[in-house]
């Protein structure tokens, strides 16, 4: 069972460059949460979708974009990489039926030099 | 919007109990998570708390009181594996979106 799959695992970027970091779950969730973690400032949520075709800003959406195209899709896009941007990303799910865990993919880390 | 607090770091000894806190501020609370962070990985379920009590589920119990916006994470029988970030999440309102504290670094020392 593989879960939340993300994709690449670590990456560097130049500043102004773009990206997408990939994120599909094989459960059928309809919830699916962008978060990043910055050293001693636990996660926060950049984006997040309750279902295809629906997507919402979380506390620091400035300088993202997604997309919720399927049930098991949720790529994020940087389009002009900052220094600012550097972090450690989160892809996460669940089903959205009322006080549920998240499953976590296993993280992206990015830096923008 | 929501408050959590949680202590920055903590250590303690092999074989030792350790509770960690969690205050938070919250209007339309529906519950609170708790997840271990290991260094380099990503963060796994722990246990949640919806009502006032203590839910107990191995070495690992979480409390909760809502009157009071706290909750804790006991950990018993302290093993060096135990070494991780522990992050305390709050749900609220009709959105039940989590937001997370900064989490609790817990160094297990022999």
């Known amino acids: 069972n593989a879960g939340v799959t993300q994709t690449p695992k670590f990456r560097i970027l130049k500043i102004g460059q773009s990206m997408t970091l990939q994120c599909t779950q094989d459960?059928?969730?309809?919830?699916m949460y962008w978060y990043r973690q910055d050293p001693g400032m636990g996660l926060k949520l950049i984006y997040y979708?309750?279902?295809?075709?629906?997507?919402d800003k979380g506390e620091v959406p400035n300088g993202y974009n997604v997309s919720r195209s399927t049930t098991e899709d949720f790529p994020l896009r940087l389009e002009l990489a900052a220094p600012s941007q550097t972090s450690v990303y989160f892809c996460?799910?669940?089903?959205?039926?009322?006080?549920?865990?998240?499953?976590f993919g296993s993280g992206t880390q990015l830096s923008v030099l | 919007g929501q408050n959590i607090d949680q202590p920055t770091e903590m250590t303690a000894t092999e074989g030792a109990i350790v509770q960690i806190n969690c205050t938070y501020q919250?209007?339309?609370?529906?519950?609170l998570f708790w997840y271990q962070q290991h260094a380099g990985e990503a963060p796994t379920f722990l246990s949640y708390?919806?009502?006032?009590g203590l839910e107990e589920k191995g070495r690992f119990s979480s409390f909760l009181s809502r009157s009071k916006g706290y909750s804790y994470l006991l950990l018993k029988e302290l093993q060096m594996k135990d070494s991780a970030s522990y992050l305390c999440?709050?749900?609220?309102?009709?959105?039940?979106?989590?937001?997370f504290g900064r989490g609790t670094s817990l160094i297990v020392h022999p």
């Open positions: 996460a799910s669940n089903e959205g039926q009322g006080i549920e865990k998240l499953f």
């Open positions: 979708s309750v279902g295809a075709g629906i997507t």
């Open positions: 459960m059928n969730h309809n919830y």
């Open positions: 708390n919806v009502l006032d």
């Open positions: 999440a709050v749900t609220s309102g009709g959105s039940y979106i989590p937001t």
């Open positions: 919250t209007s339309g609370f529906n519950g």
